[in-house]
């Protein structure tokens, strides 16, 4: 009989391609694995199957901003609980401390043991929003919390080094990366008057959208393509539709997002090192652009500018415009870009590929249930 996963998630699985990647490999690792996430949105199916991956979605009322949000975030967790109740399970994976509560409290009712997995430092990702008071006592409440879980799981050694005090266990560290894609769609850089740049990720502050947009405007011979979605959409369709070189792709499934990204000539990584959430992030676009041979552009005193410098896959910087019109003039030569996408897609092969963290994953998960 397949032991059965419970994972929770405050999105509405889009699906979300960590979560994804994770389920998937369990499932294929022999366990049964369900996904309760929460549409804000309340649009989409209650019920979805991705491959063997069932995914539920609880509704409350629409999300509409950060007020909504709070409001209905006890209904989710209420709603949470209630579904929990009819299901068998024999593990629950909590993704993210805005589902920790709610994983705790279905481990202890249920007896199972607790998962938690960390995909970034939640109280500098809530800075921008909130007072520092707030962000403290989110550290203080998880730190109590994460004590209680059975397993930790986070993205990289700088966060597993930053959690080691707070957690009961080591981390376990399953990187952002994806399956190792066929070599032969590795891209072969070829000379083009236009360079075309794409950024793909969350369309919020601290991310220099404004800035790129405004240095995009003023040089010529570019492209830049943007994708995702986030409170700066407006400001990047309006961008779009007043700049013939600035293209909005919205938010695409990540096939198609990956098309788009071997369409490209550069794939733009900038994030403000002054947000610490950022600085020890490396993110899915940095591997999926090791991985496809596409070098990056990235921001300096960040873990993305020690990977990606060290692995020689792309240019890091300090903003400003001068520097990102340099770092892309640099990268007009394609016999460059060849060489940064040879060595990115030599990483990936290397340590930055889904095929460890699949292995990695499946042992932690056989080492918890042999307790």
Same mark, same amino acid.
């Given at each position: 009989?397949?032991?059965?996963?419970?994972?929770?998630?405050?999105?509405?699985?889009?699906?979300? #391609?960590?979560?994804?990647?994770?389920?998937?490999?369990?499932?294929?690792?022999?366990?049964? !694995?369900? *996904?309760?996430?929460?549409?804000?949105?309340?649009?989409?199916? #209650?019920?979805?199957?991705?491959?063997?991956?069932? !995914?539920?979605?609880?509704?409350?009322?629409?999300?509409?901003?950060?007020?909504?949000?709070?409001?209905?975030? =006890?209904?989710?967790?209420?709603?949470?609980?209630?579904?929990?109740?009819?299901?068998?399970?024999?593990?629950?994976?909590?993704?993210?401390?805005?589902?920790?509560?709610?994983?705790?409290?279905?481990?202890?009712?249920?007896?199972?043991?607790?998962?938690?997995?960390?995909?970034?430092?939640?109280?500098?990702?809530?800075? !921008?929003?909130? =007072?520092?008071?707030?962000?403290?006592? *989110?550290?203080?409440?998880?730190?109590?919390?994460?004590?209680?879980?059975?397993?930790?799981?986070?993205?990289? /050694?700088?966060?597993?080094?930053?959690?080691?005090?707070?957690?009961? !266990?080591?981390?376990?560290?399953?990187?952002? *990366?994806?399956?190792? =894609?066929?070599?032969?769609?590795?891209?072969?850089? /070829? =000379?083009?008057?236009?360079?075309?740049?794409?950024?793909?990720?969350?369309?919020?502050? /601290?991310?220099?959208?404004?800035?790129?947009?405004?240095?995009?405007?003023?040089?010529?011979?570019?492209?830049?393509?943007?994708?995702?979605?986030?409170?700066? /959409?407006?400001?990047?369709?309006?961008?779009?539709?007043?700049?013939?070189?600035?293209?909005?792709?919205?938010?695409?499934?990540?096939?198609?997002?990956?098309?788009?990204?071997?369409?490209?000539?550069?794939?733009?990584?900038?994030?403000?090192?002054?947000?610490?959430?950022?600085?020890?992030?490396?993110?899915?676009?940095?591997?999926?652009?090791?991985?496809?041979?596409?070098?990056?552009?990235?921001?300096?005193?960040?873990?993305?500018?020690?990977?990606?410098?060290?692995?020689?896959?792309?240019?890091?910087?300090?903003?400003?415009?001068?520097?990102?019109?340099?770092?892309?003039?640099?990268?007009?030569?394609?016999?460059?870009?060849?060489?940064?996408?040879?060595?990115?897609?030599?990483?990936?092969?290397?340590?930055?590929?889904?095929?460890?963290?699949?292995?990695?994953?499946?042992?932690?998960?056989?080492?918890?249930?042999?307790?």
């Amino acid at each position: 009989m397949k032991s059965s996963v419970l994972m929770l998630l405050t999105n509405k699985f889009r699906p979300d #391609p960590r979560v994804y990647r994770e389920a998937l490999a369990l499932s294929d690792g022999g366990y049964q !694995v369900t *996904v309760l996430a929460w549409d804000r949105e309340t649009g989409s199916l #209650p019920v979805e199957e991705f491959g063997s991956v069932v !995914v539920k979605r609880i509704t409350t009322r629409k999300v509409r901003g950060m007020a909504s949000l709070l409001l209905n975030y =006890p209904s989710f967790c209420l709603r949470l609980l209630e579904a929990s109740k009819k299901m068998d399970l024999q593990i629950v994976h909590a993704h993210d401390f805005d589902t920790l509560l709610p994983g705790l409290l279905i481990s202890k009712l249920r007896r199972v043991p607790l998962v938690y997995d960390a995909h970034e430092r939640y109280s500098k990702m809530i800075a !921008v929003d909130v =007072p520092p008071a707030v962000c403290k006592a *989110v550290e203080m409440v998880e730190a109590w919390l994460m004590k209680r879980s059975a397993l930790f799981i986070t993205i990289n /050694q700088a966060m597993g080094d930053h959690y080691r005090a707070r957690a009961s !266990v080591e981390a376990i560290i399953i990187a952002n *990366v994806i399956e190792l =894609p066929d070599a032969s769609l590795v891209k072969k850089h /070829q =000379p083009s008057e236009i360079i075309a740049i794409i950024y793909a990720g969350t369309l919020e502050p /601290q991310r220099y959208l404004e800035e790129t947009v405004g240095a995009v405007k003023r040089m010529e011979h570019i492209e830049y393509w943007v994708a995702g979605s986030g409170r700066f /959409q407006g400001f990047i369709e309006k961008a779009a539709g007043e700049t013939k070189n600035i293209r909005f792709l919205g938010f695409l499934p990540h096939e198609k997002l990956m098309e788009e990204m071997r369409r490209s000539d550069v794939v733009l990584l900038l994030l403000d090192p002054e947000n610490e959430n950022y600085r020890l992030a490396a993110t899915n676009k940095m591997a999926e652009a090791m991985a496809y041979g596409i070098p990056l552009i990235t921001s300096k005193r960040t873990l993305s500018a020690e990977i990606i410098e060290g692995a020689g896959c792309g240019i890091a910087i300090e903003w400003s415009e001068e520097n990102f019109r340099q770092a892309v003039d640099l990268l007009r030569d394609p016999d460059l870009r060849n060489i940064m996408g040879r060595k990115g897609r030599e990483a990936a092969e290397n340590e930055y590929n889904w095929g460890i963290m699949r292995r990695r994953l499946l042992a932690a998960y056989a080492k918890l249930l042999d307790k």
